[in-house]
């Protein structure tokens, strides 16, 4: 896809979203154990992703960790909210990495010791490069993404999560 295509198909959905009073739905993410630890996580159009765990906790490491792919989440959405906005002010970049890297103690995953087992900070490096763009217009468009994002707001926002179970 071009830059001018991505650029028009964002302008369309700004346009649409002005019509929007509120939250929606998003697509529902669904995990089954499949084999040991390994998931295999569907959406209902079917496609699908797989996690399992290193084998030192019983996985087979046959797939990224559930931590990682919550990290490859940030980084993903960080860089294509990044390309569609670049896309709409009408900036041509020629690359576009972001990195996302975390500390956590995995002791809080198996010790009861009042360890947090969630990341205790993670880190989000963006390397852009553009012929025709100066420094202070990247800079615009990260800070825009940082402030846009929403799988990193997510995160960075703490959002409500309810559980439930059914047995039968």
Known sequence: MTTQHIG????????YMRTRTGPE?????????????KCRIQSPDG?????????????????NSPGWLMRAAIASCDATLLAMRAARCGID???IVVRVDAMSDGRGMF???GIS??????????DIRAKNAPREEIQELVDWV???APVGKDISQAV?????????
């Open 160 to 168: 409500d999560i309810s559980y439930s179970l059914k047995t039968e």
């Open 93 to 95: 970049l020629d690359s």
């Open 8 to 15: 028009k198909a964002v302008e369309n959905v700004e346009t």
């Open 146 to 148: 940082i402030a846009h």
């Open 111 to 113: 010790l009861d010791e």
């Open 47 to 63: 496609r699908f992703v797989y996690t399992d765990m290193p084998e030192e906790v019983g996985g087979t490491a046959t797939c």
């Open 25 to 37: 739905p998003d697509v529902c993410a669904t995990a089954v154990v499949e084999d040991g630890l």
């Open 117 to 126: 087992p969630g990341s205790s900070e993670m880190r989000v490096s963006f």
